[in-house]
């Protein structure tokens, strides 16, 4: 089992930044593979970034590839995912997810484990 719990989301303005943190529990994070996804209200969860267990390779959505930045500390048992020059449109929930083996997916279905969700508001 892996619990997760997202922290650092809030209300900011347009081109302001935010860095969500994601604390991991239970099993050896440092052999697991991560990844943000987001949600639009109404709307299916979507990937945001990925990143391997050694956080050696990583993965982006298109729409946040130059803007957002995940990385780990797996001496912390943490995940991060820095965004920069917000938008609007990145206004979501967002979740972190943990999934067995250490390889990334940009699938949420080959996630095992999530958390409950941070909530990001970007004001136009």
């Known amino acids: 089992q892996v619990q997760l719990v997202e922290s650092g989301g809030g209300l900011v303005q347009a081109g302001d930044s935010l860095r969500l943190s994601c604390a991991a529990s239970g099993r050896t994070f440092s052999r697991i593979g991560m990844g943000w996804f987001r949600q639009y209200s109404g709307k299916e969860r979507e990937f945001v970034a990925a990143i391997t267990d050694t956080g050696g390779i990583t993965s982006y959505a298109d729409s946040v590839k130059v803007r957002f930045t995940i990385s780990r500390d797996n001496a912390r048992n943490t995940l991060y995912l820095q965004m920069n020059n917000l938008e609007p449109e990145d206004t979501a929930v967002y979740f972190c997810?943990?999934?067995?083996?250490?390889?990334?997916?940009?699938?949420?279905?080959?996630?095992?484990?999530w958390g409950r969700g941070a909530q990001v508001t970007v004001s136009s």
């Open positions: 997810a943990a999934k067995r083996g250490g390889s990334y997916s940009r699938r949420s279905v080959d996630y095992d484990y």
